[in-house]
């Protein structure tokens, strides 16, 4: 029971992409559920002419030519419009069809990306791929079984042995509907036990491909520690208990079909043998014979069918019942629009005794307070772990405060506008991820609508031009997946220069020149320092130099802020500062001297 609510369920809730708001696709759904009524009516004509037909042939007369040679054309012309109609019908219900499927993968889609972190962070890639591909391959099962084919056979069925009733007594159509309800209570019964072995496989299908999507997205390590044949014995597993499943699924599922088939053939054989008998006895001539035996074996092949359409329909429900969990995970209320505040500019962002932690057991931050004014820059240093890219996270909104406040322009960050404040913020995260496009493409996507001249002048401030005039195909480049064909300087500074052609009211550096070469660092600071004293900075870094012109700096330690200062202050503390400061001075002096 509490299978068929789910299903029943999941029914509901793909009916609005089907029944959409374009007045098109609606007037298409309309026109083929037309075509349906007129379809059963021509097949239910088919016996009765039939019937006319034999009765005309039982009694030679040369009169009836006439009235046979047109029931004769009629047969066929009622034959050929109801097959052609039912190919009338399949065209216009692809565009519908097709259509829910680009609209329910466009929402599932958007969906994911307004999920919150932890929802990703827990999730493979190809896990989650491999389960809307098997929703798009789902949704005809469904929805052509449903609506073209089960519900019109059940229709017809009715109607069927209303005609047998009419003409014969209620024995036969009592048999017809007798027989059709055991079939369809035993497929339904069946199929769900089944249907076990599919959910297994699923299961296993979304564990082998997710494995196989993980292993080539590190195929670097596999190779770096030379694993090869261990990715592959471990994929091999995957794909044995793939194949295990599979087969005992299609198996249990051919069991099934012998089982219908064994209902249809003790149906047919029942009603053709009283028939039959009846015909023997003079009750009826060969002509009701004819209807009533045609009736039958109209339902015969539909019945057979609809075991096939059943399993498709109970594989297609299975397919979507793993992506209508994902669909129905609510979203980060962080991401929500809040009171939809949509402040015009940035006065200022306060983190207020902040605390957060990943899990209750440790706090990554603790009692974090600080105020960044519009136009000013504060760096925040620190050791590995002591939880710095946290901060800039949270400014995202990836995660919830455990306790403390966030305030752009005095307003709680949970009430701003998510948009709004994806607009304000511009990051070179710490981990640079690009698109498979080119490095032109992946600075485009700071702001799509930039001019070309704009794109070329956020590549000279990131000091991009030299490596781009040693590349063949210049900024016309594929970078590859994540951006592996680039080292990881080379990802920095497309970052730096899509973020710079963004031109956001707030700039995050979650150490954007960690992979940079002091002398390439130096050359970007200096190129953006006009930029400095115009704008509003977060610098995040480890090393000190990109922080000097800071108008304050935070020095984290274990996520609580042991000093704050500028440059100099900090320096005559003679604190942690300054002992950094000293270690990488005397570093960078062996830069040079080398």
Known sequence: MQERFKNLRIIKDLLPFLWTKEEKIRSLFI????????????DLSIPLVLKEVVSCLAIPDQSMTYQLSLLLIAYGIIWTLSQVIQNVRQIIMVKPLESCIRLFCSKFFDHLHSLPMTFHMDRKTGALTNALERAQHGFPDVFWGLFLFVIPTIIELFLAA?????FYGAIY???????????IIFTLYVTKWASHFQTMC????????ANIVDSLLNFTSVKYFNNKEHEVLKCDIHLKKRENLLVKYTSTMELVQIGQNLIIGAGLILLTYTAGKQTLLNVYDVSDFVLINGYVLQFAAPLGQMGFIARNMRRGLNEFSDIMKIYRTNRSPSLSSGDSYSPDKLESIEFKNVSFGYNSSRLVLNDVSFTLDAGKTIGIVGETGSGKSTISSLLFKFYDVNSGKIFINNKDIQNLDSSSLYKFLGIVPQDVTLFNTSIYENILFGRPSAQKEEVEEAIKLAHLEPFLKKLPDHYDTIVGERGLKLSGGEKQRIAIARVLLKRPALYVFDEA??????KTEETIMNNIAPLLKNSTFLIIAHRLSTVVNADEILVLHNGVVRERGTHRSLLKEEGNYALLWKAQEEAHKKFYAA
């Open 31 to 42: 026109f083929a559920f037309g075509l349906i009524f007129i379809s059963i009516g021509l």
């Open 162 to 166: 209303a005609i047998l009733c009419y």
């Open 173 to 183: 159509g009592v048999l017809l509907l007798f027989i059709a309800t055991v079939f």
């Open 202 to 209: 699923n299961d296993q299908k979304s564990k082998t491909n």
């Open 513 to 518: 020149t960690s992979s940079l070469d002091l």
